[in-house]
């Protein structure tokens, strides 16, 4: 017997996986700190690209894993809570289209972000991976762009946004982009993330299909990072942004939101009648409430903020 979504249940897979992912990632210290005393620095000396690994492997079973044993457990409807339909050729054109100036929208919204915040706090030195040849470009794609667009998305805009949904279909959208951008632990990025977010949400409702966010998400992370690959900046960097950046973000981030909404009316367009969105049920003041309250939630905003304090 096929059972009903439920937010609580979807609110203990997402505290499990961040609890799980914060736990790693202790462990991977406390691992390394210890190697580095028994075999000295040079044994366990790790590159960002060899981290690149580890991180794919921790998506796949320490987020994805976790969702389908869930949702395969409570015998969910799997093709109905992920929305695994068809994109007609149309819809995965325009959701390719919109995923470029989206991208650069996100970019802007981060440094506009950063801007922002320098003066309250002090800001980490950023380290991405920039690989060194088509080879290495290609293994960053894939640990950056293919997965989490698959992980991700499973949890995000697959099993998070149909359990919420029960509180209105936009409502959903926004409280699962807040959960995205959290899931990120990044307050540099939380502007960009959020847009991100309820952008890949909203083409998720319009189409009825996880595959566009999933494409959404590749086409936006694999710009960013070949953005930083043509760069041919050394990380780790210096955050700093001055007012002409601020400024020139302003300037992007205009032209690109333009760009957005005409592509997104294109894609209402194409896709009338798809998908009915469901009206919310209570008032914004309630739902705010309701998540919060909720005990998962709040170990997950205590593990935000404690990360947050101990890195900023």
Same mark, same amino acid.
């Given at each position: =017997? @096929?059972?009903?979504?439920?937010?609580?249940?979807?609110?203990?897979?997402?505290? !499990?996986?961040?609890?799980?992912?914060?736990?790693? %990632?202790?462990?991977?210290?406390?691992?390394?700190?210890?190697? %580095?005393?028994?075999?000295?620095?040079?044994?366990?000396?790790?590159?960002? =690209?060899?981290?690149?690994?580890?991180?794919?492997?921790?998506?796949?079973?320490?987020?994805?894993?976790?969702?389908?044993?869930?949702?395969?457990?409570?015998?969910?409807?799997?093709?109905?809570?992920?929305?695994?339909?068809?994109?007609?050729?149309?819809?995965?054109?325009?959701? !390719?289209?919109? +995923?470029?100036?989206?991208?650069?929208?996100? @970019?802007?919204?981060?440094?506009?972000?950063?801007?922002?915040?320098?003066?309250?706090?002090?800001?980490?030195?950023?380290?991405?991976?920039?690989?060194?040849?088509?080879?290495?470009?290609?293994?960053?794609?894939?640990?950056?762009?293919?997965?989490?667009?698959?992980?991700? %998305?499973?949890?995000?805009?697959?099993?998070?946004?149909? +359990?919420?949904?029960?509180?209105?279909?936009?409502?959903?959208?926004?409280?699962?982009?807040? =959960?995205?951008?959290?899931?990120?632990?990044?307050?540099?990025?939380?502007?960009?993330?959020?847009?991100?977010?309820?952008?890949?949400?909203? =083409?998720?409702?319009?189409?009825?299909?996880?595959?566009?966010?999933?494409?959404?998400?590749?086409?936006?992370?694999?710009?960013?990072?070949?953005?930083?690959?043509?760069?041919?900046? %050394?990380?780790?960097?210096?955050?700093?942004?001055?007012?002409?950046?601020? @400024?020139?973000?302003?300037?992007?981030?205009?032209?690109?939101?333009?760009?957005?909404?005409?592509?997104?009316?294109?894609?209402?367009?194409?896709?009338?009648?798809?998908?009915?969105?469901?009206?919310?049920?209570?008032?914004?003041?309630?739902?705010?409430?309701?998540?919060?309250?909720?005990?998962?939630?709040?170990?997950?905003?205590?593990?935000?903020?404690?990360?947050?304090?101990?890195?900023?």
């Amino acid at each position: =017997m @096929k059972q009903k979504l439920s937010v609580v249940g979807a609110n203990l897979v997402f505290a !499990a996986i961040v609890t799980g992912y914060f736990v790693f %990632e202790i462990i991977l210290v406390i691992l390394r700190i210890l190697l %580095e005393r028994v075999y000295g620095s040079e044994f366990v000396k790790f590159t960002v =690209m060899d981290n690149l690994y580890y991180t794919t492997l921790a998506q796949f079973i320490l987020l994805l894993f976790p969702v389908l044993f869930y949702s395969f457990a409570r015998n969910n409807d799997i093709l109905k809570v992920f929305r695994l339909n068809k994109l007609k050729f149309s819809h995965i054109v325009i959701v !390719a289209l919109v +995923s470029i100036p989206a991208c650069f929208a996100a @970019k802007a919204l981060n440094t506009i972000n950063l801007y922002m915040l320098q003066p309250f706090v002090d800001i980490p030195e950023v380290y991405l991976p920039v690989p060194g040849n088509i080879s290495e470009l290609l293994v960053v794609i894939f640990t950056i762009a293919v997965t989490p667009a698959i992980c991700e %998305e499973f949890l995000f805009r697959g099993l998070m946004l149909s +359990s919420y949904e029960i509180r209105g279909s936009m409502r959903a959208v926004v409280i699962t982009s807040i =959960m995205f951008a959290i899931y990120h632990f990044d307050i540099t990025n939380v502007a960009g993330t959020i847009f991100s977010g309820i952008l890949f949400g909203y =083409m998720v409702l319009r189409t009825n299909s996880l595959y566009s966010a999933v494409i959404a998400h590749f086409i936006n992370n694999t710009i960013a990072e070949l953005l930083i690959y043509r760069s041919g900046i %050394e990380y780790p960097v210096p955050v700093v942004v001055s007012v002409l950046d601020f @400024k020139y973000s302003l300037y992007y981030l205009l032209v690109s939101l333009f760009l957005i909404f005409f592509l997104m009316k294109l894609l209402v367009k194409v896709t009338q009648g798809v998908y009915t969105p469901k009206p919310p049920i209570a008032r914004i003041r309630d739902d705010f409430i309701s998540v919060l309250s909720h005990w998962p939630i709040i170990l997950v905003l205590f593990l935000y903020i404690a990360t947050i304090h101990i890195f900023y």
